[in-house]
């Protein structure tokens, strides 16, 4: 195939300025990587973070993007797992030393060398990325276009959320019902669970998606539960959420904060906490949640609800992301 010398981008070149359309050198894969022409990238909120500058030490310049489906076109020395048209999802974590006490224990997701897609590492904002083989994913048929790419986060980090909870669990508590949320009820509804749906005050259109994909309960965060949670997943990025979801589970259940950001979380009395309720944070994915994750999505199997926008719309698919006018999940498309 032959390969342009030169591709759009959309560029990152400071924390709080908008992205600017680019036209830059189609990057060669190294040691280890294949070259990716990328038919779709998901914009997620951690997408947000980064160019807010809430997540300090991105690499900069930067394209931004980690929910990435694309087609390989190109192989680097040593990367013979993966032939050319393969189509893959490339996730959030990108590479890590495969040395450290984390990746020897099957938990590469904290490794202290990882480098991660669209932050540390150039992302899918653009026609072409590199990838390291090893961190690509082998996307079963039903998920090879582009409306699946935020699955490469948004189902993954949920996923990943999801099964820190007590595999006991029956009535289940999600806060902030964006792309994760909208994902996470049909992994949850297959398997039996209930639902209890908490939007932001006035979000009527999130409440009814939620109702839609199966919610035995919605309503907005300053409600209470109707009932004892058995367990709570938080995806907004609101640390007020945390004594709010406390207040809400029942004893021994566990609080999980899915999001890499969080405003700070306001003291509340130790008797929300008492009588063995947890918080715990989601950091990042491993391999095997890749693995398991699309395995399970393939019985399901999962359905998406999708706002497109040309690549060169990508500061507006931004701002109705932050201003809530995304009803599921956004999603730029290169095809």
């Known amino acids: 195939m032959d390969l342009p010398e030169k591709m759009r981008a959309m560029v990152l070149s400071g924390p709080g300025k908008l992205l600017s359309e680019v036209s830059i050198p189609v990057p060669r894969p190294g040691a280890g990587q294949v070259l990716i022409k990328i038919i779709a ?19 900069l310049p930067l394209v931004p993007g980690h929910e990435i489906v694309g087609r390989v076109v190109g192989l680097g020395e040593g990367a013979n797992s993966l032939k050319t048209a393969e189509i893959v999802g490339v996730p959030w974590l990108a590479h890590t030393c495969g040395k450290c006490r984390y990746c020897l224990a099957g938990k590469e997701n904290l490794c202290d060398q990882a480098l991660f897609t669209g932050y540390t590492a150039n992302g899918g904002y653009a026609e072409y990325t590199v990838a390291y083989e090893k961190y690509c994913i082998r996307l079963p048929d039903f998920y090879q276009h582009a409306w699946a790419a935020h699955l490469l986060c948004a189902g ?148 998406t609800q999708v706002q497109f926008y040309q690549l060169s719309e990508a500061n507006q698919a931004i701002r109705d992301l932050r201003e809530g006018r995304v009803h599921g999940a956004a999603v730029l498309t290169m095809e």
């Open 41 to 59: 990238c998901g914009v997620c909120r951690t997408d947000l973070h980064i160019i807010d500058g809430e997540l300090e030490g991105a690499t």
């Open 156 to 303: 993954l980090i949920g996923y990943r959320s999801y099964g820190m909870l007590d595999t006991h669990c029956e009535k289940i508590g999600i806060y902030g019902f964006g792309a994760a949320a909208h994902i996470l009820i049909q992994v949850a509804r297959f398997q039996d669970k209930q639902v209890y749906a908490f939007s932001r005050k006035g979000d009527l259109g999130a409440q009814e998606l939620a109702k839609k994909l199966g919610a035995t309960w919605t309503g907005d965060s300053s409600q209470p539960a109707p009932e004892k949670l058995d367990g709570a997943i938080i995806f907004a990025p609101v640390g007020e959420l945390v004594p709010k979801a406390l207040s809400d589970i029942d004893k021994g259940a566990t609080v999980v904060c899915g999001g890499i950001h969080m405003s700070d979380i306001p003291s509340f009395p130790y008797n929300l906490l008492w009588q063995e309720r947890v918080i715990r944070s989601v950091a990042n994915l491993t391999l095997k949640d890749g693995r398991d994750f699309f395995e399970l999505a393939s019985k399901i199997p999962i359905g």
